[in-house]
């Protein structure tokens, strides 16, 4: 038996025109697609807001342009990983410290409006919160324990990377 083709294959290829890049930033692109979303409904809602209330969503719409103008000026290739190491601790320890919050939060839930129930059926009717708040602290925990484990030296992650 003979598995070859027999049908000879024709290499036909086409010259395909591909769209250029963006050549803005991507901190460019949230700013002024933030900027689109957000100045016309500050618009729409300080005419309606009490005096007060709109002088303080104006305010914060200065603050927000001002915000990601600075954000927008950032060069994300020139941030090493050495700078972004407290940023992922700080997330990390985030997502351990809400997850044990919100578990006890559930717990408190349980056992004031639910005392008939007991522990078990409590984890047996509303089993998905559980494992929501348990699986973001262990989320958490894989971001700590990574941290952990990447060399402390600064010279020594500059030469590996």
Known sequence: MDFEREVPVEKTTEELEFAEPDSRKPLEILRNTEALLRRPTVAAL????????????QDASDIADDSLEE?????LSEINDWELRPARIRIGLSCVGFSSL?????ALF?????????PTQQIGTFWGEYIWFVCLGVAGMFLLGREAMRPVNKQNLDDDW
């Open 46 to 57: 300080v005419p309606i807001l009490p005096p007060k209330l709109s002088e303080n969503l």
């Open 71 to 75: 954000l927008a000026e950032i060069d």
């Open 102 to 106: 919100m578990i006890l939060i559930l």
């Open 110 to 118: 349980f056992t004031t409006l639910h005392p008939e129930m007991s």
